[in-house]
């Protein structure tokens, strides 16, 4: 049976060029935008050679920047403060284990407060996070 005589013959596949074009387009959307997202407390941390530290439960993050200013994970937290913030997060927490992260350019004197203020919170066990050292 013929359809007609001069009509052009229709094609009837998917034409994918709209959706590989909206898939490129996605796809740089998300790598521009993706180190965006990271967040966190930007400090510049000394540099050692040991091991990284495997934990069962994710554990607070305190840091102390270049200013001496102290954050449990993004968090403005006052150095007086500090204890009794840490007695309300860990009241309810099973593992009392908190990682201190500090500026290499804090003097020793301030970050051993904050450690005693730690301590005196009731944290069992304190960690500290550093750079690897790059070979």
Do not use: C, W
Not at 46 to 65: F, G, Q, R
Not at 122 to 129: A, D, F, H, Q, W
Request: proline share 5%; net charge positive.
């Amino acid at each position: 049976m013929d359809v007609g005589e001069g009509r052009p013959n229709l094609i009837s596949d998917i034409n994918v060029t709209p959706l590989v074009d909206v898939m490129l387009v996605l796809l740089i959307i998300f790598m521009v935008t993706a180190p965006m997202m990271i967040h966190g407390v930007k400090v510049n941390l000394p540099i050692t050679e040991s091991k990284s530290i495997k934990s069962k439960e994710d554990p607070l993050i305190l840091s102390i920047t270049k200013k001496r200013l102290i954050f449990i994970e993004n968090y403005n937290v006052s150095f007086n403060a500090l204890k009794g913030k840490l007695k309300k997060i860990f009241a309810n927490r099973a593992g009392k284990e908190i990682l201190l992260q500090a500026d290499k350019d804090v003097p020793y004197g301030f970050v051993m407060k904050v450690m005693s203020q730690v301590k005196e919170a009731g944290i069992t066990k304190v960690g500290m996070i550093t750079e690897p050292l790059h070979k």
